[in-house]
C-alpha cells in the first residue's frame, strides 16, 4: 500500500525558509507525480506544486518565485522548500500522490507549520 | 482563474437521509472534478474523481454526477461515519479546491 509522510519543523521564523520532507513507502516516486497541498486555518485549501515521474515540476503561480520542490530517488523522498516565509504560510502542509497529473489518491497525515517570532 | 464555489458550508442531516452537496465551477471544466472526505484530524480521502467515478474501496453509497460548471456529491443513506468535511477540487485548467461543506448528524 502506498503510505506518505510529512516530518520538518513545526515552527519558522519569519523571512526563513521552510523545509519539508515526504517519505513515500510502498510504492516509488520515479512513477506517477508527487504533490504538496497545504490548509490554512479556516479550511481553505491550496495546490502548491508537484513533482513528475521525470523531476520535471510544476508551481502553483502565486508560489512561484518562492517554492522550490525536489527529490531523492535513492531515499524515495520528495522535498518542500518554501522561501521568505510569513504568518499568512501558517498552515498544515500535505503531501499526497497524483496518478496523472489530475486528482490526489494517496495523502499524508500532515504536519502543521506556524511561521512566528 | 477558475472559481469553485461549495454549497452549503454546513449541512445537518439525519441518519438514514439522502444528502446532496453542491460545487459550482465559474465556467466548465469538463468532469476535471474530484471529491474528497476529510475527518477531524484525519488525512483527505478520496472519493470521487472524473466526477463520477467511485474511487476503490468507498462505499457505494457515495456518488458523483454532474457536467460542465454544476456538480454533484450524492450520500443516498447518511451514516454516522460519514460525518466529515467534503471538498471538491477541480484539475482543469490549474487545481482549486473548494471551500468545503461540512456534514453534521441532527
Known amino acids: ?117 | 482563474d477558475i472559481q469553485m464555489t461549495q454549497s452549503p458550508s454546513l449541512l445537518s442531516a439525519s441518519v438514514g437521509d439522502r444528502v446532496t452537496l453542491s460545487c459550482k465551477a465559474s465556467q466548465s471544466i469538463y468532469n476535471s472534478l474530484a471529491w474528497y472526505q476529510q475527518k477531524l484530524g484525519e488525512a483527505p480521502k478520496l472519493l470521487i474523481y472524473d466526477a463520477n467515478s467511485l474511487q476503490t474501496g468507498i462505499p457505494s453509497r457515495f456518488s458523483g454526477s454532474g457536467s460542465g460548471t454544476d456538480y454533484t456529491l450524492t450520500i443516498s443513506s447518511l451514516q454516522p461515519e460519514d460525518v466529515a468535511t467534503y471538498f471538491c477540487q477541480k484539475y482543469y485548467s490549474g487545481y482549486t479546491f473548494g471551500a468545503g461543506t461540512k456534514l453534521e448528524l441532527k
Do not use: H
Open chain 1, 1 to 117: 500500500e502506498v503510505q506518505l509522510q510529512e516530518s520538518g519543523p513545526g515552527l519558522v521564523k519569519p523571512s526563513q525558509s521552510l523545509s519539508l520532507t515526504c517519505s513515500v513507502t510502498g510504492y516509488s516516486i520515479t512513477s506517477n507525480y508527487w504533490g504538496w497541498i497545504r490548509k490554512f486555518p479556516g479550511n481553505k485549501m491550496e495546490w502548491m506544486g508537484y513533482i513528475s515521474y521525470s523531476g520535471s515540476t510544476s508551481y502553483n503561480p502565486s508560489l512561484k518565485s518562492r517554492i522550490s520542490i525536489t527529490r531523492d530517488t535513492s531515499k524515495n523522498q520528495f522535498f518542500l522548500q518554501l522561501n521568505s516565509v510569513t504568518t499568512e504560510d501558517t498552515a498544515t502542509y500535505y503531501c499526497a500522490r497524483l496518478p496523472g497529473a489530475d486528482y490526489f489518491d494517496y495523502w499524508g497525515q500532515g504536519v502543521m507549520v506556524t511561521v512566528s517570532s
